[in-house]
């Protein structure tokens, strides 16, 4: 069973992961550019792991371990993530990660979860100890392990150093760092490589069916191809191409409220902010190359560290909206 969606670029790391999958530590940490399908290579690798036979490309895809696989309801493969981070996971995912996302969507009303909390790796830890499983392994996926809080990293790392079994257990983030050293340095570090711009855009045009020229403006951006797929998804590729022609031509959409709002309703705060801070950096950065930092400069200068904070706020605070509301007051006065 190969993963339905054909993404070139990860068949060298896939390769160089599932050869030696036999002798890999319990801990592994996939690393690399944001949403270019890490998630996908350690979904490849559960399946192997967990196949009945063992066998070394994708798994065998007939005995009972890899139906079950596929129709997402093995007892053995337990996917963690945030409970809004959901809408990124593919249908295999969300399924398996269901049953981490402690207060169901459907019976309560809060807003769900940023963050993986420790109550997850508790029932997680009650998993692996009781389920019996199918053949001899247990696999566990962090599709996206910087969600991990402070406490959840904590209680994972008792898990990594005294694993349960024949438990693999798969970080996968785009931004390592945010993992605490003492996780990072019980994994075997594995760097996955992003596909270039123009791999991106004939991506974008085959498996999309996106316009080539708009397929190399979506691809020109540095945008990992799975955030563009998921906005072209969710409809709104048309507000993306004209969010990217703004700002790419000066940041006149600072000053204009409505049209931020509305990119920020359409594409999401975090993706917004993080463009808007990449320009900034960009500006500053030509400009201190060549010696001479404007007023302008230093102002965009001001703004990138702003963003930073609101992002930074938005991650780890309750009231986020009301940070993000203050920015724009701020913007517009
Ligand atoms: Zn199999």
């Given at each position: 069973m190969v993963s339905p969606i054909t993404c070139g670029w990860l068949d060298n790391a896939r390769i160089k992961l599932t050869r030696r999958w036999q002798s890999l530590p319990h801990g592994i940490l996939l690393t690399g550019p944001e949403m270019i399908g890490k998630s996908l290579l350690a979904f490849d690798l559960a399946r192997i792991m967990l196949c009945e036979t063992g066998q070394n490309k994708s798994g065998c895809g007939?005995?009972?371990?890899?139906?079950?696989?596929?129709?997402?309801?093995?007892?053995?493969?337990?996917?963690?993530?945030?409970?809004?981070?959901?809408?990124?996971?593919?249908?295999?995912f969300v399924r398996h990660a269901e049953r981490y996302w402690l207060e169901k969507k459907s019976t309560s009303t809060r807003k769900p979860s940023?963050?993986?909390?420790?109550?997850?790796?508790?029932?997680?830890?009650?998993?692996?100890?009781?389920?019996?499983?199918?053949g001899a392994r247990k696999v566990v996926?962090?599709?996206?392990?910087?969600?991990?809080?402070?406490?959840?990293?904590?209680?994972?790392?008792?898990?990594?150093?005294?694993?349960?079994?024949?438990?693999?257990?798969?970080?996968?983030?785009?931004?390592?760092?945010?993992?605490?050293?003492?996780?990072?340095?019980?994994?075997?570090?594995?760097?996955?490589?992003?596909?270039?711009?123009?791999?991106?855009?004939?991506?974008?045009?085959?498996?999309?069916?996106?316009?080539?020229?708009?397929?190399?403006?979506?691809?020109?951006?540095?945008?990992g191809p799975f955030i563009i797929a998921d906005l072209i998804e969710r409809g709104v590729d048309g507000t993306l191409l004209e969010f990217l022609e703004s700002i790419q031509g000066g940041n006149s959409v600072f000053g204009e409220f409505e049209t931020l709002k509305r990119f920020f309703e359409a594409l999401g705060d975090e993706f917004v902010l993080e463009m808007l801070q990449r320009q900034f950096l960009k500006q500053v950065r030509k400009n201190a190359g060549a010696g001479v930092l404007s007023v302008s400069d230093k102002a965009a200068m001001d703004r990138f560290v702003e963003i930073g904070e609101v992002r930074e706020s938005l991650r780890t605070t309750i009231d986020s909206q009301l940070a993000l509301e203050g920015m724009m007051i701020r913007i517009q006065s």
């Open positions: 007939i005995c009972s371990s890899c139906q079950l696989v596929e129709q997402s309801v093995h007892p053995d493969l337990h996917v963690v993530t945030s409970e809004a981070s959901g809408n990124l996971l593919s249908a295999h940023e963050q993986i909390s420790v109550d997850s790796i508790r029932a997680l830890n009650q998993n692996l100890a009781a389920t019996a499983s199918l996926i962090f599709p996206i392990a910087d969600q991990l809080n402070h406490n959840a990293a904590n209680a994972l790392l008792k898990l990594l150093e005294e694993p349960t079994g024949d438990t693999f257990i798969i970080l996968v983030t785009s931004v390592a760092h945010r993992l605490p050293a003492t996780i990072r340095s019980r994994c075997v570090h594995f760097s996955v490589k992003g596909p270039s711009s123009s791999v991106v855009a004939t991506w974008l045009q085959d498996e999309k069916g996106v316009a080539p020229e708009t397929a190399a403006q979506f691809a020109g951006a540095g945008l």
